[in-house]
Every structure is written in C-alpha cells, then in structure tokens.
C-alpha cells in the first residue's frame, strides 16, 4: 500500500508564509511527478505545482513568483514554500504522486488526506 502523508496547513494572514511537506511511503518502485493540488469550497480542484525528479517545476499562474516547489527523492518528499499569501489561497491542499509500484506496473495517481490553509485578510 501506499500513502501520502501532509504536514505544514495553518491559518496566517495575508502575506504571511507557510511551508507543506508530504512524504510517500510504502511499495514504490518509480516515483514520477509530484506534486501539490487545491480545492476552495464550492470550486474544483486545481493543480497549484508540480515537479517531476529533476526538479523541473511547473506552476498555477496565480501562484507564480510567490510559491516555491522542490522534492527530495531521497527521501520521497515534496515540498511547498508559499510565500506572501493571500485570502485566495485559502483551501484544502492536497499532495499528489504519479508513481508505479512495481516495474510492470502502470502509473497511477495517490493522493494524500489534504491539509487546511486559511489566510485571513
């Protein structure tokens, strides 16, 4: 089995920072991209950042400038440093792993539990 474990949400005010990890664990054979998705109440989910395993990052528009995304394969973690929030990024953060478990395996997606982040104005 596999998990994603989050840490890091919390509340701050606007152009406060706060920092999110999550790490895999379990039977991983390839870890591929990951990454960091959110979710506002009453909006989909969208993607915020993504890395694949040479630190090539990709990112939402919005967040461009103002978050930073970095993984440590090593330790099968992913990162996201958001800096100079504001009330828009309030929502459920939510970590992602495109992984294969075995060789044969196809990739597929993981998700962790998600983790709050509210910014107040």
């Known amino acids: 089995q596999v998990q994603l474990v989050e840490s890091g949400g919390g509340s701050v005010q606007t152009g406060g920072s706060l920092r999110l990890s999550c790490t895999a664990s379990?039977?991983?054979?390839?870890?591929?991209?990951m990454g960091w998705y959110r979710q506002a109440p009453g909006k989909q989910r969208e993607m915020v950042a993504l890395?694949?395993?040479?630190?090539?990052?990709n990112y939402t528009d919005s967040v461009k400038g103002r978050f930073t995304i970095s993984r440590d394969n090593a330790k099968k973690s992913v990162y996201l440093q958001m800096n100079n929030l504001r009330p828009d990024d309030t929502a459920v953060y939510f970590c992602?792993?495109?992984?294969?478990?075995?060789?044969?395996?196809?990739?597929?997606?993981?998700w962790g539990q998600g983790t709050q982040v509210t910014v107040s104005p």
């Open positions: 992602n792993a495109n992984l294969k478990r075995l060789a044969i395996s196809d990739a597929r997606d993981y």
């Open positions: 379990g039977s991983i054979y390839n870890l591929k991209l």
């Open positions: 890395i694949n395993r040479n630190q090539l990052a």
